[in-house]
């Protein structure tokens, strides 16, 4: 998990965490639990895209590697 989500994705899921649970103590199960509900979406949502973004990013270095690699090859072939 840590190979994907850096400390401060963590920090963040943690702090929103502990403030919905406090949110639902203070406020109690009232219509402003839907507003926390809300923040508490917005923020999931944020890391699921900062997650697909690391993702996208590893895909892409191996890509970028690979085709690296194949012009290193190509190029040594034409020197000899």
């Not at 994907?4 to 219509?31: C, M, N, Q």
């Not at 917005?42 to 990013?57: D, E, F, G, H």
């Amino acid at each position: 998990m840590m190979k994907y989500f850096d400390p401060g994705i963590i920090i963040v899921i943690v702090i929103t965490v502990l403030l919905f649970t406090v949110a639902l103590f203070v406020k109690g199960f009232t219509h402003n639990l839907f507003l926390e509900a809300g923040v508490l979406l917005v923020s999931i949502k944020l890391i699921m895209m900062a997650y697909r973004n690391s993702l996208n990013y590893s895909d892409l270095k191996k890509e970028l590697n690979e085709i690296r690699r194949l012009l290193e090859e190509k190029s040594q072939t034409t020197i000899k």
